[in-house]
C-alpha cells in the first residue's frame, strides 16, 4: 500500500553479490523502499543499441533521456536519480517520440483536473514501447538492443 492506500505492484531487477549484506528499508517519497548495500555501493550504467530502422527515445533515469537514431546506439549513460533518492530501483524504457510531445509538460496540463491529468499520463504511457525496472547497485552496465526485425527488445547485463 502506498500513502493513498492504494495497492502498489512494482517489480525490479537487480544483481546480488554472494557474501554481501543488504539492508532494505522504506523509501523516501519517491520510491517504495530502499536498497543499499553495505560495501561498494555505486550507480551503474545503460547503453542502448538500435538495429531497427525506427527511430525511438531511450531514457535510462528520470533525467536522463536521448535519442535512439535507426542503426545506432548510445554511449554508456549514467543511471542518475534524484539525490534523495538513494539505491531505488530506475526505471529503464524505449518510448516513440510522441512522448515527449509538448502536450504532456507540466506547464500544459497543470491546469487540468485529476481526471484531466490522469488521462494524459495514461496517453503518454501509451507511447512506451518497452520498460522495466533495474536496481543498480554495484556499478552494473546494462546494454538494451531493439533487434532488426519485429522490434524484438534484448536485455543483457555486461561485464565490469
Known sequence: ???????????????????????????????????????NAKRGFV????????EYIAVASE????????KSETDYVFSSISMNCGFRPNRIFIAKFD?????????NWKMQSAEGRKLLETEQENHVVYSFNFLFLHQ???LVTIGKKKETIQVQMQTN
Open 99 to 107: 512522448y515527449f510531445d509538448k502536450k504532456y509538460q507540466y506547464e
Open 1 to 39: 500500500m502506498d500513502q493513498n492506500d492504494k495497492t502498489v505492484h512494482e517489480t525490479a531487477l537487480c544483481k546480488l553479490r554472494k557474501g554481501e549484506t543488504y539492508t532494505v528499508s522504506p523509501c523516501t517519497c519517491c520510491g517504495i523502499f530502499l536498497i543499499t548495500p553495505s560495501e
Open 63 to 70: 533525467i536522463q533521456a536521448d535519442t535512439l537514431f535507426k
Open 140 to 142: 552494473e552496465s546494462i
Open 47 to 54: 547503453k542502448f543499441k538500435n538495429e531497427s530502422k525506427k
